[in-house]
């Protein structure tokens, strides 16, 4: 069993670390577009994320969507298979080990393929409705599962 290290940070954002797993949350409200960025002296290895979001009742289809960035440009994106429309909740996973679903399933959850990807210093991972139908009022709540590490440590 390892130590867990709880720290708050601000807008809703919360680090938890041991050993090498770290959980980068952010459950800021108003909000439905996130970008967690790989601290200087860091790498992250993606292992998965999980992301909530409230949509409110302004019509529109969402589409959800993961980029991977190098700090100015996008390297890797993907669309989740599905969109979501007013009024939802609904439960997006994704990770290297999850097949891409189509569709929603009865318990409002989609899965998608997530890149294994190493990052350096300053890579960051967008999470957003790239449609920004209510941008600043849907509430999108993100957990992010990094094997984090020293710049240079073998991962």
Known sequence: MSNLDLRSGAGGRVEAEGDNIAAQ???????????????????????????????????GNRQMRIEIGDGANVIWFKNFGQVQTASLTRTYFAAPDLVDDAAF?????????????????????????????????????????????TAGARI
Request: aromatic share 8%.
């Open 105 to 149: 399933n009865a318990g409002g959850q989609i899965r998608l393929w997530l890149l294994g990807y190493t990052l350096p210093a300053g890579y960051t991972i967008r999470i957003y409705d790239s449609a920004a139908i209510a941008a600043t009022a849907d509430d999108l709540s993100i957990w992010l599962i990094v094997d984090a590490r």
């Open 25 to 59: 949350v952010d459950t800021a409200l108003n909000d439905s577009d996130k970008t967690f960025t790989v601290p200087a002296g860091k790498t992250w290895k993606l292992s998965s994320l999980s992301a909530s979001l409230i949509t409110t009742g302004t019509a």
